[in-house]
């Protein structure tokens, strides 16, 4: 299966603290994206870094890709519990047509 | 306003029925998506669309029909439902095939009975 595997699949961090979430993927991609899903809402994209970009940032969030290692990690500064929502990969294979999601990370962030 | 959105947002029916769910984008994207997630919240592309083609179909069952009447809306119908039917199935858009973030709809969340 081409689809990402996150990791941690969960967690919890209080208000202030840093989440990092991993994502891992097995072939050559064009671009990796992150998105968020609030419970019960669609998907909402956050950040979109191409396979010759090695770090961006966005506000508090920040994205590294390696793609020797072929994975990417998004870091979310500073936690707020509006920041509690299910955070998804997603990569633009080479030579496909088609954004394949990862299997997601659920972040609770607790006031 | 509403950049892709999808109708209806909840949907209960019995096994055997058909049913539809419409979906129209107001971005001027060329490319719309059908995205299936179900209850372990895995995100699986069933179709897409780019200027009213189909360019991908992964298959699916042929009781999934997506139709395209023009570039902003990409309508799904299913035919003779089944409860492995049931998940979320969420309307996508994006500008371009490749390279370019992708803009979802609130989801319709289908419950076959």
């Known amino acids: 299966s081409q689809q990402g595997e996150e990791d941690p699949q969960a967690l919890s961090i209080q208000e202030g603290e840093n989440a990092t979430m991993n994502c891992s993927y097995k072939?050559?991609?064009?671009?990796l994206q992150w998105y968020r899903q609030n419970s019960g809402r669609g998907l909402v994209h956050l950040i979109l870094?191409?396979?010759?970009?090695r770090e961006k940032h966005s506000g508090r969030l920040r994205v590294t890709l390696d793609t020797s290692k072929k994975s990417s990690s998004l870091l979310i500064t500073a936690s707020r519990a509006a920041d509690t929502a299910s955070y998804f990969c997603a990569t633009d294979f080479y030579g496909t047509d088609k954004l394949i999601f990862g299997t997601g990370t659920r972040l609770q962030v607790f006031p | 306003d509403t950049a892709v959105s999808q109708t209806p947002k909840y949907l209960v029916t019995q096994m055997g029925n058909d049913k539809s769910i419409k979906c129209e984008q107001n971005l001027g994207h060329d490319t719309m998506y059908w995205y299936k997630q179900d209850s372990k919240k895995f995100l699986k592309i069933m179709f897409s669309?780019?200027?009213?083609?189909?360019?991908i179909n992964e298959t699916v069952p042929n009781r999934f029909s997506p139709k395209s009447p023009d570039k902003a809306h990409l309508n799904l119908h299913i035919n003779s439902l089944e409860l492995g039917d049931s998940a979320v199935y969420f309307c996508?858009?994006?500008?371009?095939?490749?390279?370019?973030?992708?803009?979802f709809g609130q989801g319709t969340r289908l419950t076959v009975v």
């Open positions: 870094i191409r396979s010759n970009e």
């Open positions: 996508a858009s994006s500008p371009a095939l490749q390279n370019t973030e992708a803009f």
């Open positions: 072939t050559s991609i064009n671009n």
């Open positions: 669309y780019n200027n009213k083609e189909l360019i």
